[in-house]
């Protein structure tokens, strides 16, 4: 009989749990709702707040040496704060994901919208990178990890950027489908 599914859930702050328990974050919260759905599975939290795509290119080999069966890849929220050009983070994530798919990884790529970015130029050309990148590789797409829970003040923190429990909760039950698919994905 095999052993769970290894997914690296692999970010920042939304990834980590900003402000929460390490049972609130959302690696936990989806291999719970894994498990609801009887889907074996250790879903490893490699998020650290504030990374932009770049630190996680820097920090990938220790996620490598992990040696996860299936990844979910979710930078931009820092990158997209910080101005970095929309081509270097798409390099960056197109790197991110090769080194997966060198190990046969298969990946779930993160999206987000560049709401608080004032530039409509900027914005436009960073939410073109996740769909050009799932359309490049074949990957599955969830297209805005803010949706389930930015704008509503019930599901932040105080800063009004973070999910709060609630929010990382809303957040889960949003990817579940696609996570799901992922973990099943394994060895076939």
Not at 60 to 73: H, Q, S
Not at 85 to 100: G, K, M, S
Not at 105 to 130: C, M, Q, S, T, W
């Amino acid at each position: 009989m095999p052993g769970p599914v290894t997914i690296a859930c692999f970010g920042d702050s939304l990834t980590e749990g900003y402000g929460l328990a390490p049972d609130e974050a959302l690696p936990a919260v989806l291999e719970r709702l894994l498990a609801d759905r009887g889907i074996a599975a250790r879903c490893r939290n490699f998020g650290v707040s504030g990374d932009t795509s770049a630190d996680g290119l820097e920090r990938l080999g220790a996620v490598l040496d992990d040696a996860p069966d299936a990844a979910l890849v979710a930078f931009g929220a820092n990158d997209c704060f910080l101005d970095e050009p929309a081509e270097r983070v798409e390099a960056n994530l197109a790197a991110i994901i090769e080194a997966f798919r060198e190990r046969g990884v298969p990946v779930l790529l993160v999206g987000i919208k560049a709401l608080l970015n004032p530039d409509d130029g900027y914005r436009r050309r960073f939410e073109a990178i996740f769909p050009a990148l799932a359309e490049r590789y074949g990957l599955p797409l969830f297209p805005d990890i803010l949706a389930p829970y930015f704008g509503n003040s019930d599901l932040t923190l105080m800063d009004g950027t973070h999910p709060n429990t609630a929010g990382v909760e809303a957040v889960g039950r949003a990817l579940i489908p696609l996570v799901a698919d992922l973990a099943q994905s394994v060895g076939s």
